[in-house]
């Protein structure tokens, strides 16, 4: 996974609110129940995620690399912002990058 650092932190929070109002309250998936998706393993909400990702045009902050084997993180802050919490609970970058890696996926 490769992430670039994100411009000064007021510049980026500045910009986060555009994209907040762009996006639904809770992304909705067309498959499993939310009980079902609860239990998904890790590595099956990542691909839902980048899925919506690229369906909802946040391609800004992450997105399939060409191939469909690997993707980036090209915006970590606003990733975590406005991504993230519909799929995961971790709130830290840092705690997302560990899951990755506890599941063997590298950088």
Do not use: C
Not at 10 to 19: C, E, F, H, I, P
Not at 22 to 40: N, Y
């Amino acid at each position: 996974m490769n992430a670039t650092t994100a411009s000064s932190p007021s510049q980026t929070s500045a910009n986060l609110g555009d994209d907040r109002k762009k996006l639904p309250r809770r992304l909705k998936h067309v498959s499993p129940s939310e009980k079902e998706e609860q239990q998904l393993p890790f590595p099956q909400k990542l691909y839902m995620m980048l899925e919506s990702v690229d369906r909802l045009g946040l391609t800004h902050t992450a997105s399939w690399l060409p191939g469909g084997r690997s993707f980036i993180v090209k915006d970590p802050i606003k990733f975590m912002d406005l991504t993230v919490p519909h799929f995961f609970k971790a709130t830290k970058f840092r705690s997302f990058q560990r899951q990755l890696n506890l599941w063997g996926f590298h950088r």
